[in-house]
């Protein structure tokens, strides 16, 4: 129940593509989904987040779109660039993010000059 | 302080022997939680603190791990008798009072030989 599904392992994007990494959740308590980008060496950083009173949240290049009913949300980075490359987390958890996030298993995401 | 402060930042100890790491967060922020991230892997949640409440230790996945947070700043992560499967990055993290998205520590890298 407290799992968070998220493909794919690996993505591989050229310069200027649309990345997408999809999440799935079971806990129907949830209701907050943040999105973390994680650098090497580095702790992960909030990128975006969204409530589930939305169906997509857009922040420059990156936009979150959430479906309830199929409990799936996913993360477009629009015109995708090598500085873009990192790792991708997405979370969930209940309160509005009160309580502790559960997060995803991770995307590495590299994108080609 | 300007963002959640870690140390060490690497740590290596022999099988057996006890570590402490430490968490600093940023002033002001009254949770604080402790993840492990293991290679290649995602966030495992260890430890919450929320204010004068009761930590959530729910995460915590043996009696050799053990946290306190004094005056409710600093935190301290406890490893006794450190195992080979110990190893790993331990993030640590805080928010304010709204809910939201963590600030994360550039973490602690433990390895046990």
């Keep these: 129940q407290q799992q968070v599904k998220q493909s794919p392992q690996s993505l591989i994007v050229q310069k200027g593509g649309i990345s997408i990494i999809n999440c799935a959740y079971e806990n129907t308590a949830f209701d907050y989904f943040p999105w973390y980008q994680q650098f090497p060496g580095k702790g992960p950083a909030l990128l975006i987040a969204i409530r589930p009173d939305v169906s997509e949240k857009k922040e420059g290049r990156f936009t979150i779109s959430f479906n309830k009913s199929a409990k799936q949300f ?17 979370a969930a958890s209940r309160d509005t993010g009160r309580r502790a996030l559960t997060f995803g298993s991770g995307t590495r995401l590299q994108v080609q000059p | 302080g300007a ?32 993840y492990r991230q293991s290679l290649g892997q995602g966030l495992e949640f260890l430890i919450y603190f929320q204010g004068n409440s009761a930590p959530d230790k ?36 805080s928010t304010g ?12 890298r433990l390895t046990v030989v």
């Design chain 2, 3 to 34: 963002g959640v402060s870690q140390s060490p930042s690497n740590k290596v100890t022999e099988k057996g022997k006890d570590v402490e790491l430490r968490c600093d967060p940023i002033s002001g922020h009254t949770a604080l939680y402790w």
């Design chain 1, 74 to 90: 996913s993360l477009h980075i629009m015109d995708s660039q090598p500085g873009d490359s990192a790792t991708y987390f997405c």
């Design chain 2, 58 to 93: 729910s995460g915590l996945p043996s009696d050799r791990f053990s946290a306190e947070r004094t005056g409710g700043s600093v935190s301290t992560l406890t490893i006794q008798r450190t195992q080979q499967e110990d190893s790993a990055v331990y993030l640590c993290a």
């Design chain 2, 97 to 108: 009072q709204g809910a939201g998205g963590y600030t994360f520590g550039s973490g602690t």
